[in-house]
């Protein structure tokens, strides 16, 4: 499975953009990039997933270049309640496997009034 | 709503003494998992059930262990406990089916070691 580099915290404020960029150079070519939030306390949740370039959900949009060697969540207009640690993960989600996940360290986010 | 349900939220037990965590699910998915979570660590996959197959990651202690007796629950044993076992254990499950799959996990159980 492919390691992946992400900030270990990052610090916003309400009503901004959040961008969160994850490292994964060595990304396999079944390899799916996922995107966890986690409160303190709870489970992870999942927020989105994609292959190549651009998705976008009702909470966040995923960017992916070409290289597929990076990608980065981006959080728009966050509130208090966006406080969380984000994971960012690369495994291979084809049918058949049972897409076992590997987290990494995570990014803290904290969102400031 | 479908869900995936632990219990107990919290269990204390002492250090030596066996201790079983459960989990259930509505959600009727395939793929069960056990994760050990420690203060301000990711998420550690101990292993997972694919239907009745047990995965066991090549690190998980021999101390751990589980049991799937039907697709609804699942068990996480700890047979002697150490103070190093203190930790939130996240049960969580997946469908195995297309391309998208997404692991749906509890609220986790907070294991307290005396």
């Known amino acids: 499975l492919a390691k992946t580099t992400q900030p270990i915290s990052m610090d916003s404020y309400e009503g901004q953009e959040v961008n969160i960029t994850c490292s994964h150079n060595?990304?396999?070519?079944?390899?799916?990039i996922t995107w966890y939030q986690q409160f303190p306390s709870q489970g992870p949740r999942f927020i989105i997933q994609?292959?190549?370039t651009k998705v976008t959900n009702e909470v966040a949009s995923l960017f992916i270049p070409a290289d597929r060697k990076s990608s980065t969540l981006s959080l728009p207009r966050v509130s208090l309640s966006d406080t969380a640690v984000y994971y960012c993960?690369?495994?291979?989600?084809?049918?058949?496997?049972?897409?076992?996940?590997?987290f990494g360290q995570g990014t803290t986010l904290q969102v400031k009034p | 709503d479908a869900m995936v349900i632990q219990n107990p939220r919290y269990q204390v037990t002492q250090f030596g003494k066996p201790v079983t965590l459960s989990c259930s699910q509505t959600?009727?998915?395939?793929?069960m998992y056990w994760y050990q979570q420690k203060s301000s660590q990711a998420p550690k996959l101990l292993f997972h059930?694919?239907?009745?197959?047990?995965?066991n990651e090549a690190d998980t202690p021999d101390n751990f262990q589980s049991r799937r007796p039907n697709t609804s629950f699942c068990f996480l044993d700890i047979r002697s406990p150490g103070l190093g076992d203190a930790a939130m254990y996240l049960c969580?499950?997946?469908?195995?089916?297309?391309?998208?799959?997404?692991?749906?996990f509890g609220p986790g159980t907070r294991l307290t070691v005396t």
């Open positions: 060595n990304i396999a070519t079944n390899d799916y």
């Open positions: 959600l009727n998915h395939n793929v």
């Open positions: 993960l690369v495994g291979d989600v084809w049918s058949g496997n049972t897409g076992k996940l590997i």
């Open positions: 059930y694919y239907d009745k197959d047990f995965n």
């Open positions: 994609g292959y190549k």
């Open positions: 969580a499950t997946s469908r195995v089916a297309g391309v998208i799959y997404e692991q749906y």
